[in-house]
């Protein structure tokens, strides 16, 4: 790995106010993590153009950071890398699996152009909680080795995501209550009118088990469209924070709009059963006297 700051694109000279993305601005003005090799690693597939050969200086770039810098294929990339100018040709794009918790890098250069440069060496293993102990003996051993400890980094991170995930389903929980009562409160208030309708209904020859069934029908419509709009929504509001807010594909999927039909209408069936249980158990002749 080597440390390098991109100086030119094409032979113009890169600056910061050049681009209108605050991150852009960020990358140019700072150092990128560079690296070297002349096999294709896994999880670096090509979207664009191919893998470099060691004849002539070339690079490979991740095409998330090809979009945001605006460089293509062909350009002719230039790093300042301690002190020495290294200049190199766009010849692919990379697109990356981050979640890999392999070494990746924005940027690859061929051998060939990094061959005198100085660098350090960085890999990535898995080591199991029986040998814990091996990270101090090699720290002790190798003075000038620097071991991360990923795995205490990702435990933090999964406490932080699990407490976020208990607000949401918390928040979610709430949210369902909410629209329940709203449910019952709307029923009860169509109570007597609905004891009326039904009454009216079996005196002209309607069963409870037809009238029953025409309630629950009414209830899983109401609860499907509730669910299907909350679904959209919830689809919606996805695609917008992984477009703009984390930067990362959005994934269609046809299994948030199933659940939001299937709870929707299984909620408004349980909900507006405890708000209609007593519309039919009063008998049409005394509902019509009432009337």
């Known amino acids: 790995m ?3 700051r991109l100086i030119e694109v094409n032979s113009q000279p890169v600056r910061g106010e ?11 003005e700072r150092e990128f993590n560079l690296s070297t090799m002349r096999e294709q690693q896994p999880y670096n597939d090509i979207v664009a153009g191919r893998w470099f050969d060691d004849t002539q ?12 810098l605006g460089l293509k294929l062909g350009d002719q990339l230039a790093f300042d890398i301690a002190g020495q100018k290294v200049e190199a040709k766009i010849t692919s794009l990379r697109r990356l699996e981050w979640g890999s918790m392999r070494v990746n890098f924005f940027v690859i250069i061929n051998p060939q152009a990094m061959r005198d440069m100085p660098r350090s060496w960085i890999t990535a293993i898995h080591l199991p909680a029986s040998k814990a102990a091996l990270e101090h003996e090699l720290t002790r051993d190798f003075p000038n080795l620097t071991v991360i400890d990923t795995g205490s980094i990702i435990r933090q991170l999964q406490d932080v995501l699990e407490q976020v995930i208990a607000a949401v389903e918390f928040l979610f929980l709430f949210t369902l209550a909410s629209g329940l009562l709203v449910l019952y409160a709307a029923l009860l208030g169509s109570h007597d009118e609905r004891i009326r309708e039904s009454g009216l209904l079996r005196a002209l020859g309607a069963t ?21 709009l909350a679904a959209t929504g919830a689809a919606m509001t996805g695609w917008v924070l992984a477009r703009f807010a984390f930067d990362f594909p959005w994934t269609f999927s046809p299994a948030v709009w199933l659940a939001g039909l299937a709870g929707g209408a299984a909620c408004a069936v349980i909900g507006g059963w405890f708000g209609l249980r007593n519309v039919l158990n009063q008998p049409p002749l005394l509902t019509l006297r009432e009337s």
């Open 208 to 228: 409870r088990t037809q009238l029953r069934q025409a309630q629950w029908v009414e209830l899983s419509l109401i609860g499907a469209l509730s669910g299907l």
């Open 57 to 68: 200086p070339e690079a490979s770039i991740e095409e998330g950071l090809a979009k945001l």
């Open 18 to 28: 050049h681009y209108v993305e605050e991150r852009a601005r960020r990358l140019v």
């Open 2 to 4: 080597m440390r390098g």
